[in-house]
């Protein structure tokens, strides 16, 4: 078998490495489905507690109490809202079947830092952080190693 | 590597010689300045509700941060109102030099010169810029205050001092400035050592002596262009021109002074920060900024500070060691490899922005369509709902772009390495130290 030259070995190879790294965090997993109550409370323009995890294709109810005005919730990737008025609780429920970080927002405009009023939901193991590692070490062998090419001597830096 | 001169271009150099088109858009920026001042003083104190800040902290910084300073430089200097006032009344004219304006001008003291009075003020609002960022009063007291600041430092001192030693935007946008594709230069300098006049510096009837206090022939980078444009109108030789070139040409070379290199790692580390106080799911750090003057604050102010002029330039001086040896803390290595940071700190402070900005981005509609809470509907935009960009391949914007910035960085790590007669023994602890802080911003991002 004809072999491949020198130089395109050289390049090709860390991105087949950085490949085999991504690959096994592509690989889905078989988790049982279960239900899950992610209770949730909102005061002080934040989230009490502010980080969840769930596993794929649980079932899935956010409880979200209010403990000093309107709050409301908005989970990104689901398109789930819900509002929760003081001492109301409020709930929401759904099929938690897609992989991933997903941030909850308020989505009732609460005071000064309702922008930054937001809270996590990690649905599965954590891949998009392993996808996120190989696809820096991608960035590092790319920039560094592989695309990199020694100037001629007498070239500026 | 080539380039290419946009001013050859005749309806380019038309445009940019022009000062009708760009007292335009000064004009235009000026009004929308006015306007978020006002809204902030007198309108409504809820933030996402009011131009001050929304305008302001989504609008215009992901203009700043995603469109003009990686693609085109210090292209908002040339724009920037907050000057401009203290700047006509310093000239006199609005427009082409007239008689002689107000002011004193004074030369800038020799001993505040360089970067630190920028960093200071950088690192100043820094320490508030929560409570400044969500609250309309204070960013109108910021940018009121900023450009009395200009206006004061125009009557005393020359030209833009300012823009050049003040600013606390005007330094960190000429630091990423250099990896931009856009830069002000001389064509040949030979010819500029034949010009006795040097109008180009001291001015003619055509236009003002650089504003930015340089020396266009001797401008190596974009750090102290603010795109002004005023020596292309007073060169009587058409030497000067606009050039489109490959991006990061200036990181080719060492910085000049270890302030730089100070900065470009207060900016980083700074990105770092923000990305975990604004982004990050930790609901007591947060409070901590919010809440000036508690005793969690002061902790918070300790822990940033420590960061940005602490730890990061620590591991900094450490991976530069470790590769070296004691030697490299004469300098020498140290400005070589700093700039190689540049294209990581752009990356990060893009991907904090996208993420920031793809949240709060429909914000703006309803705040444009009516920013002094008076019922308009200038654009048919009042009642959109808010509704956040996020999910999808949103999320993984702001990681590619950490990626992309990362891949730069640690190309321009290799050069500068082989650079210094290093190689890989030199280059492994800085790609290192480039890998650690993304890896960190990345756990912020999708952790």
Request: net charge positive.
């Amino acid at each position: 078998m004809p072999s491949l030259p020198a130089s395109l070995r050289r390049t090709i190879g860390p991105f087949a490495l950085a490949g085999a790294l991504i690959l096994p965090a592509a690989v889905p997993d078989g988790q049982a489905a279960a239900p899950r109550v992610l209770r949730m409370e909102a005061r002080d323009f934040a989230f009490f507690p502010s980080s969840f995890a769930v596993d794929v294709g649980d079932h899935v109810t956010i409880e979200l109490t209010s403990s000093d005005t309107v709050h409301g919730l908005h989970l990104e990737g689901y398109d789930v809202s819900l509002t929760a008025d003081p001492g109301r609780p409020a709930r929401v429920s759904f099929r938690a079947d897609r992989p991933g970080v997903y941030r909850m927002r308020c989505s009732i405009p609460c005071g000064p830092l309702h922008p930054f009023m937001a809270a996590r939901l990690r649905v599965g193991p954590p891949r998009p952080f392993a996808f996120g590692l190989a696809l820096l070490a991608l960035a590092v062998i790319a920039g560094g190693f592989a695309l990199y090419r020694r100037p001629p001597a007498g070239s500026s830096p | 590597m080539s380039s290419l001169d946009l001013t050859r271009l005749a309806f380019v150099r038309r445009l940019l010689v022009a000062r009708g088109p760009q007292l335009a858009v000064q004009l235009a920026l000026l009004a929308g300045l006015l306007i978020v001042i006002l809204a902030g003083l007198l309108g409504t104190p809820v933030g996402s509700r009011n131009p001050a800040t929304v305008l302001v902290w989504i609008a215009w910084w992901a203009a700043l941060m995603l469109a003009f300073v990686p693609w085109l430089g210090r292209s908002w200097c040339s724009v920037c109102p907050l000057p401009l006032p203290g700047e006509w009344l310093q000239r006199g004219a609005l427009l082409a030099p007239r008689g002689r304006g107000l002011g004193l001008g004074l030369r800038w003291p020799r001993r505040l010169r360089g970067m630190g009075l920028q960093n200071a003020a950088f690192l100043l609002v820094a320490l508030f810029s929560l409570p400044v960022l969500t609250q309309p009063r204070l960013t109108a007291a910021l940018l009121l205050g900023l450009g009395l600041l200009a206006i004061a430092t125009s009557l005393v001192f020359e030209r833009r001092a300012f823009c050049r030693y003040l600013c606390p935007v005007g330094g960190f946008i000429g630091l990423y400035a250099q990896a931009a594709p856009v830069a002000l230069r001389v064509r040949d300098p030979r010819l500029c050592a034949t010009h006795a006049p040097k109008t180009c510096y001291v001015g003619s009837a055509h236009g003002y002596g650089c504003p930015w206090q340089a020396y266009p022939p001797s401008l190596t980078t974009n750090v102290s262009c603010g795109l002004c444009l005023e020596c292309l109108r007073t060169c009587p030789y058409d030497n000067i021109g606009v050039f489109l070139r490959p991006p990061g040409e200036d990181l080719r070379r060492a910085w000049r002074s270890l302030g730089e290199a100070l900065k470009s790692l207060i900016l980083l580390g700074s990105a770092l920060v923000y990305a975990v106080v604004l982004l990050g799911p930790w609901n007591g750090i947060r409070s901590a900024a919010v809440h000036v003057g508690s005793a969690e604050w002061f902790a918070f102010a300790v822990a940033f500070l420590a960061v940005v002029l602490g730890v990061v330039p620590g591991l900094f001086l450490l991976a530069v060691r470790v590769a070296s040896g004691p030697r490299a803390e004469s300098g020498d290595a140290l400005r070589r490899l700093a700039p190689s940071l540049v294209p990581l700190g752009l990356a990060a402070w893009a991907a904090f922005s996208v993420s920031f900005v793809l949240a709060n981005i429909s914000y703006i509609g309803p705040v444009a369509s009516d920013p002094l809470s008076l019922g308009w509907n200038l654009f048919g935009t009042a009642g959109v709902a808010w509704s956040p960009l996020g999910g999808g391949w949103t999320f993984w914007l702001p990681p590619a772009l950490l990626a992309g910035g990362l891949a730069w960085s640690s190309h321009r790590i290799r050069r500068a390495a082989d650079g210094l007669q290093g190689g890989l023994r030199l280059a492994a602890p800085m790609l290192t130290l480039a890998l650690t802080v993304s890896v960190g911003m990345l756990w912020v991002f999708v952790g």
